[in-house]
């Protein structure tokens, strides 16, 4: 193997899972064109394509497909024994790159860490904001955050935070003209504020339960938002019911801003964990991440 051969593949492998070069450059810190050519040199080196390119998109050939997935794994091996060399410089160091959804984020993770951070100035934190379900191995995450039922058995999880409970919510001026819902059915004849999940780009259906009975209700309404602070004050404003945390909206409901319903069908489920792949080699840096993150009662 010729020497540029690594740094190449290494672009190969971003290339292929991003499936654009111009998100791959952006992530390389390379310009469009000096990516391009430096696949095409790989390709001719190799003898074989490895990427089909259109106009509008970049995919795997059979061979690219091939490549990739033996590849990424053993990249991922050398990656993660380099980041263990850190130990050997006496303070954990290097950059820890973490999704989760926002209020995770803002509840949980951030509360936390910014409280250990100021202690190791070499530990780099990456925290995306982002309510897809991402495949955290696949986009080179060291971890993901998300409710205990939602962690596939394969990954490690730690838990973070909390048992969590959603609460319906309107405010007094909503329901001086309409009656309150007494069933999770009732939602359909009112106006509700959506939120729209990016990863099957779709509306989410509120989750409810009781005596063992779950059910799922599409709502409607004239707002939909990804954010949770905007469905709180479109709320507050009176524009429609709207299902949210009850941790970020009880003072309002102390405060009779907002009326909670349908408390029976809205039960406690499991809280945050952080989860990751049960054959990574945690580095000094992320230990001491999850650890700090570890929820104790």
Known sequence: MQKRDLADLQSFLVVARERSFTRAAAKLGVSQSALSHTLRELEE???????TRTTRSVAPTEAGERLLRTLAPRLEEIEAELSSLTALRGKPAGTVRITAGEHAAQTVLWPKLSKLLPQYPDIKLEVIVDYGLRDIVAERYDAGVRSGEMVAKDMIAVRIGPDLRM???GA???FAKRPKPKRPQDLTEHTCINLRLPTYDSIYAWEFEKNGREMKVHVEGQ??????GLRIEAALAGCGIAYLPEDQVRAHIAQRRLVRVLADWCPTYAGYHLYYPSRRQPTPAFSLIVDALRYRR
């Open 45 to 51: 080196r190799l003898g074989i394509r490895l990427l």
């Open 172 to 174: 007094p001026s909503y």
């Open 167 to 169: 609460v319906v919510v």
């Open 223 to 228: 707002l939909t938002f990804n954010n949770l």
